[in-house]
């Protein structure tokens, strides 16, 4: 078990920019979730997958957004034409699944946009 | 999900136990109750998860009453390195349900 890996761990871009964060999961773990946080809030769900297909995507998230996971491996989460108001740190979170779920969280990316 | 409710905030001193109480009074009978923590600049991290009755690890204790509507997680003799967020949460995570995180309650250990 090497953890959830994510990368980059800090991303600085100018507005406008199309910017791309991976997520390595744990590899036995067949669902996968995105969250947005920032500071002073808990971590806000942007979507999640179980293996390649993507259940669920929150309707607070614009068509800016977009997650992949092919192959139900790595996922990506592209953000198009960056906004201010997408600075925020971007975790990744893996698990079996289950009743009893337990989420693990990789270190985060966190996204400053000038 | 159940919805949660817990304390913005608490204070406390190394030593002593800390005691964090969650509300959810419309938990249903498949839900199960885990509590995570955070520390600054991390991704949140498992602490214990229980569906009723007392669960116990090498972190802490889960208290749940009978009838399930609240849960306190027990922190026995904190250090200053237990300062974190830290977030109930509530449901039958095996369903097709995305997992929704609170607000949380900030602990802050003082020396």
């Known amino acids: 078990d090497t953890g959830v890996s994510q990368d980059p761990r800090h991303k600085i871009t100018k507005r406008g920019q199309n910017v791309t964060f991976r997520c390595d999961p744990i590899?036995?773990?067949?669902?996968l979730y995105w969250y947005r946080q920032t500071l002073g809030q808990g971590p806000e769900f942007l979507t999640y997958?179980?293996?390649?297909?993507?259940?669920?995507k929150s309707r607070l998230l614009s068509d800016r957004f977009s997650a992949e996971r092919p192959k139900g491996s790595f996922s990506t989460l592209e953000i198009q034409r960056t906004e201010q108001g997408d600075s925020a740190m971007y975790l990744c979170?893996?698990?079996?699944?289950?009743?009893?779920?337990?989420?693990?969280f990789g270190s985060g990316t966190q996204l400053s946009v000038l | 999900l159940a919805k949660t409710t817990q304390p913005i905030s608490m204070d406390s001193y190394e030593g002593q136990e800390v005691n964090i109480t969650c509300s959810h009074n419309?938990?249903?009978?498949?839900?199960?109750i885990t509590w995570y923590q955070q520390f600054p600049s991390q991704g949140p991290r498992f602490i214990i998860q229980g569906y009723k009755t007392k669960v116990t690890n090498e972190v802490a204790s889960l208290f749940i009453p009978a009838d399930r509507k609240s849960s306190t997680l027990s922190l026995p003799r904190v250090s200053l390195s237990d300062t974190a967020v830290y977030y109930c949460?509530?449901?039958?995570?095996?369903?097709?349900?995305?997992?929704?995180f609170g607000k949380g309650t900030r602990l802050h250990i003082l020396p």
């Open positions: 590899s036995e773990h067949n669902r």
């Open positions: 997958f179980q293996n390649e297909a993507q259940l669920e």
């Open positions: 419309n938990i249903a009978t498949n839900d199960y």
């Open positions: 949460l509530v449901g039958d995570i095996g369903r097709d349900d995305k997992i929704i």
């Open positions: 979170a893996s698990s079996y699944g289950g009743q009893d779920e337990k989420l693990f």
